[in-house]
Protein backbone atom coordinates (compact mmCIF):
# COMPACT_ATOMS: atom_id res chain seq x y z
CA UNK A 1 0.00 0.00 0.00
CA UNK A 2 1.40 3.37 -0.63
CA UNK A 3 0.16 4.78 2.74
CA UNK A 4 2.39 2.42 4.76
CA UNK A 5 4.26 3.86 7.22
CA UNK A 6 8.19 2.62 7.75
CA UNK A 7 7.05 0.59 10.65
CA UNK A 8 9.39 -1.62 8.94
CA UNK A 9 12.67 0.11 9.75
CA UNK A 10 12.11 -1.34 13.30
CA UNK A 11 12.84 -4.76 11.82
CA UNK A 12 16.11 -6.41 11.24
CA UNK A 13 16.49 -8.12 8.45
CA UNK A 14 13.72 -6.84 6.63
CA UNK A 15 14.31 -5.71 2.40
CA UNK A 16 14.49 -2.13 3.41
CA UNK A 17 17.37 -0.40 2.95
CA UNK A 18 16.74 1.28 6.14
CA UNK A 19 15.27 -0.96 8.14
CA UNK A 20 18.22 -1.38 10.13
CA UNK A 21 18.44 2.78 10.64
CA UNK A 22 16.66 2.20 14.28
CA UNK A 23 15.20 5.40 16.06
CA UNK A 24 17.68 5.69 19.22
CA UNK A 25 17.73 8.78 21.74
CA UNK A 26 21.32 10.42 21.29
CA UNK A 27 22.72 13.63 22.67
CA UNK A 28 22.70 16.90 20.45
CA UNK A 29 26.33 17.26 21.05
CA UNK A 30 28.53 14.19 22.07
CA UNK A 31 31.74 14.75 23.20
CA UNK A 32 33.27 12.80 20.90
CA UNK A 33 32.28 12.00 16.77
CA UNK A 34 32.88 8.86 15.43
CA UNK A 35 34.95 9.97 12.13
CA UNK A 36 35.59 7.16 9.88
CA UNK A 37 32.33 5.64 10.52
CA UNK A 38 31.04 8.29 8.00
CA UNK A 39 32.23 6.10 5.22
CA UNK A 40 29.72 3.95 5.55
CA UNK A 41 26.93 6.15 5.25
CA UNK A 42 25.47 7.62 1.82
CA UNK A 43 22.44 10.39 2.10
CA UNK A 44 21.40 10.24 -1.81
CA UNK A 45 18.67 12.89 -3.32
CA UNK A 46 17.21 10.41 -6.04
CA UNK A 47 14.87 12.75 -7.54
CA UNK A 48 12.44 16.09 -6.81
CA UNK A 49 8.89 16.16 -7.69
CA UNK A 50 6.89 19.55 -8.23
CA UNK A 51 3.31 19.91 -8.66
CA UNK A 52 1.65 23.30 -8.65
CA UNK A 53 -1.08 23.35 -5.81
CA UNK A 54 -4.17 23.64 -7.73
CA UNK A 55 -6.03 27.24 -6.98
CA UNK A 56 -3.42 28.77 -4.52
CA UNK A 57 -0.90 30.52 -6.92
CA UNK A 58 3.02 30.58 -6.21
CA UNK A 59 2.39 27.32 -3.57
CA UNK A 60 3.71 23.92 -4.47
CA UNK A 61 3.73 20.89 -3.51
CA UNK A 62 7.45 19.56 -3.46
CA UNK A 63 8.14 15.68 -3.24
CA UNK A 64 11.68 14.33 -2.27
CA UNK A 65 12.46 10.84 -3.17
CA UNK A 66 15.73 9.94 -1.29
CA UNK A 67 17.59 6.92 0.29
CA UNK A 68 20.50 6.28 2.43
CA UNK A 69 22.92 3.54 1.03
CA UNK A 70 26.64 2.14 2.65
CA UNK A 71 28.89 3.07 -0.21
CA UNK A 72 31.85 0.53 1.00
CA UNK A 73 29.94 -2.86 0.82
CA UNK A 74 28.56 -0.84 -2.67
CA UNK A 75 32.02 -0.93 -3.76
CA UNK A 76 33.20 -4.31 -2.31
CA UNK A 77 30.56 -5.56 -4.86
CA UNK A 78 28.63 -7.55 -2.44
CA UNK A 79 24.95 -8.89 -1.13
CA UNK A 80 22.36 -5.27 -1.12
CA UNK A 81 21.28 -7.07 2.30
CA UNK A 82 24.84 -6.36 3.67
CA UNK A 83 25.51 -3.26 1.48
CA UNK A 84 22.77 -1.72 4.15
CA UNK A 85 23.35 0.94 5.91
CA UNK A 86 23.70 -1.44 9.92
CA UNK A 87 23.79 2.05 12.31
CA UNK A 88 21.12 2.85 14.66
CA UNK A 89 20.15 6.33 13.78
CA UNK A 90 19.40 9.33 16.21
CA UNK A 91 18.07 11.78 13.47
CA UNK A 92 17.65 12.50 9.82
CA UNK A 93 16.22 15.52 8.65
CA UNK A 94 14.89 17.80 5.43
CA UNK A 95 15.00 20.86 4.39
CA UNK A 96 13.57 22.58 1.49
CA UNK A 97 14.59 26.30 0.56
CA UNK A 98 14.47 28.31 -2.38
CA UNK A 99 15.53 32.25 -4.51
CA UNK A 100 15.24 33.95 -6.91
CA UNK A 101 18.25 32.78 -9.10
CA UNK A 102 21.28 33.65 -6.95
CA UNK A 103 21.32 33.53 -3.22
CA UNK A 104 19.32 31.47 -1.51
CA UNK A 105 16.46 33.73 0.71
CA UNK A 106 13.20 31.63 1.48
CA UNK A 107 11.51 35.07 1.27
CA UNK A 108 8.65 33.97 2.72
CA UNK A 109 9.06 30.69 4.41
CA UNK A 110 8.06 31.98 7.82
CA UNK A 111 5.33 34.43 6.56
CA UNK A 112 4.51 33.99 3.16
CA UNK A 113 2.41 37.66 3.13
CA UNK A 114 5.55 39.14 4.57
CA UNK A 115 3.15 41.21 7.02
CA UNK A 116 5.02 42.39 10.00
CA UNK A 117 4.95 40.48 13.63
CA UNK A 118 5.53 41.80 16.58
CA UNK A 119 6.08 39.33 19.51
CA UNK A 120 7.80 39.13 23.27
CA UNK A 121 8.28 35.79 22.64
CA UNK A 122 11.45 34.21 20.82
CA UNK A 123 10.46 32.90 17.24
CA UNK A 124 11.61 31.28 14.56
CA UNK A 125 14.23 33.04 12.13
CA UNK A 126 12.50 34.74 8.98
CA UNK A 127 14.03 33.36 6.43
CA UNK A 128 14.58 29.73 7.60
CA UNK A 129 14.02 27.08 4.95
CA UNK A 130 10.93 24.51 5.48
CA UNK A 131 12.11 21.83 7.97
CA UNK A 132 11.06 18.43 7.70
CA UNK A 133 12.25 16.71 11.14
CA UNK A 134 12.98 13.24 11.84
CA UNK A 135 12.49 11.47 8.41
CA UNK A 136 13.10 8.32 10.15
CA UNK A 137 9.86 8.06 12.12
CA UNK A 138 6.87 6.21 12.24
CA UNK A 139 4.43 8.72 12.59
CA UNK A 140 2.29 10.41 9.89
CA UNK A 141 4.89 12.68 9.53
CA UNK A 142 7.76 10.54 8.69
CA UNK A 143 8.62 9.53 5.34
CA UNK A 144 7.30 6.44 3.52
CA UNK A 145 8.59 3.48 2.00
CA UNK A 146 8.41 3.70 -2.22
CA UNK A 147 5.86 1.19 -3.93
CA UNK A 148 5.22 1.92 -7.14
CA UNK A 149 5.94 4.29 -9.37
CA UNK A 150 3.24 6.47 -8.70
CA UNK A 151 5.00 7.03 -5.46
CA UNK A 152 8.35 7.07 -6.50
CA UNK A 153 8.37 8.60 -10.44
CA UNK A 154 11.94 8.80 -12.56
CA UNK A 155 13.72 6.49 -9.87
CA UNK A 156 15.50 3.27 -10.96
CA UNK A 157 14.18 1.06 -8.01
CA UNK A 158 11.56 1.51 -5.51
CA UNK A 159 13.77 -0.74 -3.35
CA UNK A 160 15.28 1.32 -0.41
CA UNK A 161 13.79 4.23 -1.16
CA UNK A 162 11.50 6.76 0.51
CA UNK A 163 9.29 10.06 -0.13
CA UNK A 164 8.55 12.99 1.76
CA UNK A 165 6.27 15.78 0.47
CA UNK A 166 5.73 18.85 1.78
CA UNK A 167 3.81 22.36 0.48
CA UNK A 168 6.17 25.50 0.06
CA UNK A 169 4.73 28.76 -0.97
CA UNK A 170 8.16 31.52 -2.12
CA UNK A 171 7.08 34.58 -1.87
CA UNK A 172 8.01 36.77 -4.92
CA UNK A 173 9.80 39.88 -3.40
CA UNK A 174 12.68 40.98 -6.25
CA UNK A 175 12.18 38.58 -8.66
CA UNK A 176 10.56 35.61 -9.11
CA UNK A 177 11.30 32.57 -7.43
CA UNK A 178 12.34 30.07 -10.20
CA UNK A 179 14.45 27.50 -8.57
CA UNK A 180 14.94 25.37 -4.80
CA UNK A 181 17.16 23.56 -2.67
CA UNK A 182 16.66 20.35 -1.05
CA UNK A 183 19.29 19.66 2.00
CA UNK A 184 19.53 16.36 3.80
CA UNK A 185 21.24 16.56 7.15
CA UNK A 186 21.66 14.82 10.38
CA UNK A 187 23.58 12.25 12.36
CA UNK A 188 23.57 8.32 12.97
CA UNK A 189 25.38 7.40 15.86
CA UNK A 190 27.64 4.58 16.02
CA UNK A 191 25.95 1.25 17.30
CA UNK A 192 27.17 -1.78 14.41
CA UNK A 193 27.86 0.86 11.21
CA UNK A 194 29.73 -1.92 9.82
CA UNK A 195 31.46 -5.39 10.60
CA UNK A 196 34.86 -3.52 9.89
CA UNK A 197 34.69 -0.76 12.02
CA UNK A 198 34.84 -0.43 15.68
CA UNK A 199 32.74 2.31 17.17
CA UNK A 200 34.77 4.34 20.17
CA UNK A 201 33.51 4.91 23.23
CA UNK A 202 31.91 8.12 24.68
CA UNK A 203 32.48 7.27 28.12
CA UNK A 204 28.72 7.06 28.92
CA UNK A 205 26.15 4.66 28.15
CA UNK A 206 25.27 7.11 25.10
CA UNK A 207 26.40 6.42 21.72
CA UNK A 208 28.59 8.37 19.57
CA UNK A 209 27.50 10.43 16.90
CA UNK A 210 28.47 9.69 13.34
CA UNK A 211 29.32 12.96 11.52
CA UNK A 212 27.59 11.80 8.19
CA UNK A 213 28.76 14.32 5.23
CA UNK A 214 25.18 15.89 4.40
CA UNK A 215 24.04 16.93 0.64
CA UNK A 216 22.21 19.19 -1.52
CA UNK A 217 20.64 19.17 -4.30
CA UNK A 218 19.03 21.92 -6.68
CA UNK A 219 15.79 21.73 -8.67
CA UNK A 220 13.46 23.86 -10.43
CA UNK A 221 9.74 25.30 -9.46
CA UNK A 222 8.86 25.12 -13.45
CA UNK A 223 9.79 21.26 -13.94
CA UNK A 224 10.31 18.47 -11.59
CA UNK A 225 14.03 16.50 -11.82
CA UNK A 226 17.33 17.60 -9.93
CA UNK A 227 19.49 20.03 -11.62
CA UNK A 228 22.96 19.43 -12.35
CA UNK A 229 25.15 20.38 -9.74
CA UNK A 230 26.32 23.51 -12.02
CA UNK A 231 23.21 25.21 -11.86
CA UNK A 232 24.11 27.33 -9.48
CA UNK A 233 27.16 29.65 -8.20
CA UNK A 234 29.47 27.88 -5.80
CA UNK A 235 29.72 30.50 -3.14
CA UNK A 236 33.17 29.06 -1.67
CA UNK A 237 35.35 26.08 -2.75
CA UNK A 238 35.36 23.52 0.25
CA UNK A 239 38.89 22.65 -0.71
CA UNK A 240 39.63 25.57 0.34
CA UNK A 241 38.64 25.38 3.87
CA UNK A 242 39.87 21.38 4.07
CA UNK A 243 43.19 22.38 3.86
CA UNK A 244 43.10 23.07 7.50
CA UNK A 245 40.04 21.81 8.51
CA UNK A 246 41.19 18.31 8.05
CA UNK A 247 41.21 16.85 11.93
CA UNK A 248 45.00 17.30 11.64
CA UNK A 249 47.82 19.45 13.80
CA UNK A 250 48.69 22.68 12.64
CA UNK A 251 51.23 24.18 14.20
CA UNK A 252 50.03 24.30 17.62
CA UNK A 253 46.57 23.12 17.31
CA UNK A 254 44.10 20.45 15.87
CA UNK A 255 41.90 22.19 13.29
CA UNK A 256 38.87 20.06 13.48
CA UNK A 257 36.79 19.05 9.83
CA UNK A 258 33.44 21.13 9.67
CA UNK A 259 30.76 19.39 11.73
CA UNK A 260 28.31 21.80 13.50
CA UNK A 261 25.17 21.76 15.29
CA UNK A 262 25.82 18.60 17.04
CA UNK A 263 27.09 16.75 14.03
CA UNK A 264 23.92 17.46 12.26
CA UNK A 265 25.75 19.36 9.40
CA UNK A 266 29.07 17.85 8.59
CA UNK A 267 31.49 18.68 5.02
CA UNK A 268 29.41 20.36 2.85
CA UNK A 269 28.67 24.37 2.52
CA UNK A 270 25.94 24.01 0.27
CA UNK A 271 24.12 23.15 3.32
CA UNK A 272 25.25 25.33 5.45
CA UNK A 273 23.94 28.73 3.52
CA UNK A 274 20.26 27.14 3.13
CA UNK A 275 20.13 28.76 6.35
CA UNK A 276 22.44 31.09 6.99
CA UNK A 277 21.45 33.08 4.11
CA UNK A 278 22.04 36.38 3.17
CA UNK A 279 18.29 37.17 4.14
CA UNK A 280 18.56 35.53 7.74
CA UNK A 281 19.35 37.70 11.22
CA UNK A 282 19.28 36.74 14.68
CA UNK A 283 15.93 38.36 15.16
CA UNK A 284 14.43 35.65 17.10
CA UNK A 285 17.29 35.95 19.60
CA UNK A 286 17.00 39.68 20.80
CA UNK A 287 15.36 42.06 22.89
CA UNK A 288 13.78 45.14 21.55
CA UNK A 289 15.04 47.15 24.57
CA UNK A 290 18.46 46.41 26.48
CA UNK A 291 17.18 45.04 30.23
CA UNK A 292 20.06 45.60 32.89
CA UNK A 293 19.94 41.70 33.45
CA UNK A 294 20.08 40.86 30.22
CA UNK A 295 23.18 40.13 28.03
CA UNK A 296 23.92 43.26 26.41
CA UNK A 297 25.15 41.66 22.92
CA UNK A 298 20.97 41.20 22.15
CA UNK A 299 19.53 43.89 23.01
CA UNK A 300 18.60 46.87 20.99
CA UNK A 301 17.25 47.21 17.27
CA UNK A 302 20.04 45.88 15.59
CA UNK A 303 20.14 42.56 14.30
CA UNK A 304 23.37 41.54 12.37
CA UNK A 305 23.23 38.95 9.36
CA UNK A 306 23.50 35.58 10.24
CA UNK A 307 24.75 34.65 6.29
CA UNK A 308 27.35 32.27 5.81
CA UNK A 309 30.02 34.93 5.38
CA UNK A 310 29.54 36.88 8.56
CA UNK A 311 29.17 33.32 11.11
CA UNK A 312 32.40 31.81 9.73
CA UNK A 313 34.27 35.87 9.73
CA UNK A 314 32.88 36.06 13.83
CA UNK A 315 33.98 32.36 14.31
CA UNK A 316 37.33 32.65 12.66
CA UNK A 317 37.79 36.17 14.71
CA UNK A 318 37.20 34.80 17.76
CA UNK A 319 39.27 31.63 17.27
CA UNK A 320 42.05 34.30 16.37
CA UNK A 321 41.59 36.08 19.52
CA UNK A 322 41.87 32.75 21.72
CA UNK A 323 44.75 31.63 20.15
CA UNK A 324 46.40 35.28 20.28
CA UNK A 325 45.12 34.97 24.43
CA UNK A 326 46.95 31.74 24.58
CA UNK A 327 49.86 32.90 23.11
CA UNK A 328 50.30 35.68 25.15
CA UNK A 329 50.08 33.53 28.34
CA UNK A 330 52.45 30.87 27.36
CA UNK A 331 55.14 33.83 27.03
CA UNK A 332 54.68 35.44 30.38
Known sequence: MRTRTLTAWHLLGTGHLLALLLLIAAPAHAQTLAWGAEKYFQYNIENVVVTPTAGVAGSYSVKVIFSVTNPVRAARGTSRERRRSRARVANINMDIAWDPGTDLTNTGSDNAALASITTTALGAGAALPVQVRGLQSTAVTGARACSSELDCPGVASMTDRYWITRVVQPATFVSTVTRGRVAIEGRPVCNGVDLDFVCPSSGTSTFVNVPVRSVAADFS???????????????????????????????????????????????????????????????PYRFLTTDPASDPRIGGPETPSTSRQWCTRSMRAASARRRSSSSAARAR
Open 221 to 283: FGASGVLPTAARRAIVDIAKCQRCHDGGQHGDVVVPKLSLHGANRNENLEVCVVCHNPNQTDV
